[in-house]
């Protein structure tokens, strides 16, 4: 296996733009070049090179491929092709899997044909993008949230932090509900569930009172929902009984969980939110209410963008700004810890967790299902990139679980949580781990020279080939030099030094 020291990244493709129809791919008559280049980006870069055909036509191709290009001779595509073939391919143990069974699970019993949901959010608002979904390979989706609130949105509603290259890594966003009414969303549910009968629809809903929640539950179930998840979290409703402060108050969620778990037959799950100390107890809450299972997160309270002129947040909307909800790739941390927190709490055992809050990549899923999940739903990166990563996501899962010898991916929940402790006391701190350097990939930039300098312990120098040399009597193998090298030119050292040993 490769995954864990990759051999291409996305900095190799920075500029990519990730076309929707690649212009590189209608150049070449014998590969799909844009494909490729897409799975690189979305991790999936072993998946592939096991596509490629047995030939490599870049040896005798002009890379037509590359001046087709809407960014033209930007993009080393035949280099990143080539590096399929001769680094990647070399090291890949195990042919693509002839299907996707092994993906197969399920949702409070019931069937998933893999564990990737749309979440409930704009991207599953409508028949048509939820048809659209469904048809792609999704196996299911959360309808954005059913309520009787009159909705009516601001604009704009979206800002973001972008990263090199400019994809977005943070997204904030003062959205609130469904705008359609009730009736027209259990039309689309009824109508999604006639064409989908095998696909997992499952319904969104906020009620204002006690009883709304159990009345809006059963009208899901009538017009042909699987399941009911309730948004105990929206960031942006903040009345004391609507959004996230339900969701910060257990005798709410106990409350309002037993009347929708009393309004219909279907699994129930709970929404938390992430704008606590922490969420067990309000999984606890919503298990004594007879919740089946919990969703966790939703966004987080956030403010970003502050103009320096105008003095405004983004989103500016008529010169006013206000906290929204943050997502994207940057929290998938923060939804770690809180799924993990979940995944080991002893009273939530047996209650399915389906985990949001960052997902891109299958790598960045796998690791919502190691720490207990047992499905997937994703927002963001379905915003930026489109429904297609799916095809990404299920075949980079796939093929991970036929290197691991993994039956089925519900093998694989959990198996993370034994070796997570609660308590930073319990790590063993009698041993160093010192870096250790690649000079053929070195190319003497000084960053790890720097950090360490200056952020570090002061335990490299550069040599007179701009080398980093490490003094060992100063190092305390903390590693920063290895994150933060651009050539990837660092990794962790085998050697393990006792702390008594070493003189100080």
Request: glycine share 8%; charged share 20%; proline share 6%.
């Amino acid at each position: 296996m490769i995954h864990t020291e990759m051999t291409i990244t996305r900095s190799d493709m920075i500029r990519c733009a990730l076309c929707t129809s690649p212009r590189c791919s209608a150049a070449c008559e014998k590969i799909k070049p844009g494909s490729l280049l897409r799975s690189i980006w979305f991790r999936n870069e072993q998946s592939a090179a096991l596509s490629l055909p047995p030939e490599n036509p870049c040896l005798t191709c002009a890379a037509p491929c590359e001046q087709a290009c809407v960014r033209p001779g930007e993009i080393p595509i035949r280099e990143l092709i080539n590096r399929l073939y001769y680094q990647v391919l070399p090291e890949c143990e195990t042919p693509l899997p002839e299907d996707d069974s092994r993906l197969q699970c399920e949702l409070c019993g019931v069937p998933l044909e893999n564990p990737f949901l749309l979440a409930s959010s704009v991207v599953s608002s409508n028949h048509d993008m939820c048809a659209r979904a469904l048809r792609a390979g999704w196996a299911g989706i959360c309808f954005k949230t059913v309520s009787n609130l009159d909705i009516h949105e601001a604009s704009p509603r979206y800002s973001a932090i972008s990263g090199d290259g400019g994809s977005i890594m943070g997204f904030k966003n003062i959205e609130q509900l469904s705008d359609h009414s009730v009736a027209e969303n259990m039309a689309c549910f009824r109508h999604l569930k006639k064409e989908f009968p095998g696909k997992f629809i499952m319904a969104s809903i906020m009620g204002r009172d006690t009883e709304e929640w159990g009345v809006l539950s059963r009208m899901c179930e009538d017009n042909g929902a699987d399941a009911v998840e309730l948004n105990f979290s929206c960031p942006n409703l903040v009345e004391s009984t609507l959004g996230l402060s339900i969701g910060q108050v257990p005798e709410l969620v106990e409350e309002y969980t037993a009347s929708a778990v009393r309004g219909c037959s279907i699994p129930v799950l709970a929404k938390l939110t992430p704008n606590v100390d922490s969420m067990a107890p309000a999984g606890e809450a919503a298990l004594r209410g007879g919740a089946r299972g919990l969703s966790a997160i939703n966004t987080i309270q956030s403010i970003i963008g502050v103009n320096p002129h105008t003095y405004v947040s983004a989103p500016a909307v008529r010169g006013l700004g206000v906290s929204g909800g943050y997502s994207g790739n940057a929290v998938r941390p923060i939804a770690l810890r809180f799924i993990a927190e979940l995944g080991k709490d002893p009273a939530l055992k047996g209650l399915h967790l389906s985990a949001m809050g960052g997902v891109e990549t299958w790598m960045d899923a796998l690791e919502f299902i190691l720490m207990g999940a047992s499905s997937i739903q994703v927002t963001t990166a379905v915003m930026q990139y489109g429904q297609r990563i799916i095809e990404d996501l299920k075949s980079g899962l796939n093929l991970y679980l036929t290197e691991k010898g993994f039956r089925n991916v519900r093998e694989a929940v959990g198996l993370g949580l034994d070796n997570l402790t609660s308590s930073a006391e319990m790590l063993e701190r009698d041993t160093v781990i010192y870096p250790q350097f690649i000079p053929e990939r070195c190319i003497g930039c000084g960053r790890c020279v720097v950090s360490c300098q200056d952020g570090g312990h002061q335990a490299l120098i550069p040599d007179e080939d701009r080398h980093p040399v490490l003094n060992g009597a100063r190092c305390v193998g903390c590693h920063l030099c290895v994150l933060v090298c651009p050539q990837r030119a660092i990794a962790p050292g085998s050697k393990r030094v006792p702390l008594s040993s070493r003189k100080r």
